[in-house]
């Protein structure tokens, strides 16, 4: 019994390693790829400057948009009634300034 039961433990030994071997391992779930955007391009609105808030860094022009700038912006150089051209981007709710300048005629 002792010379059958050696050769059989032997066989399903490799016989089991072989079969561990030959199965492969699970392959993760393919990620999605991110969505595409597009770049923002910035927009350029002409107006009538109604109100400046040099504390909150915005300007409201005569079509009652507020425009924010970032802080520590120089607002100084415009003035209530004068006409600007502020370019600006949408983020959120809020329309972001980057640029103002007086417009001339």
């Known amino acids: 019994m002792r010379k ?3 050769p059989v433990l032997l066989v399903a030994a490799l016989s089991a390693t072989s079969a561990m071997a030959a199965t492969a391992p699970a392959k993760p779930a393919p ?3 991110a969505p595409v955007t597009a770049p923002v391009t910035p ?3 002409d107006g009538v400057v109604k109100k400046i808030s040099a504390k909150s860094e915005t300007v409201t022009l005569d079509n009652k ?3 924010y700038f970032p802080a520590k912006f120089d607002l ?15 983020k959120g709710k809020k329309d972001m300034a980057s640029k ?6």
């Not at 150089?77 to 600006?88: D, L, N, P, R, S």
């Open 65 to 67: 948009t507020v425009y």
């Open 31 to 33: 990620m999605k790829p």
């Open 43 to 45: 927009t350029v609105t």
């Open 100 to 105: 103002i300048d007086a417009v001339t005629g």
């Open 4 to 6: 059958f039961a050696l």
């Open 76 to 90: 100084s150089k415009i003035k209530v009634g004068e006409k600007v051209a502020i370019t600006w981007t949408a």
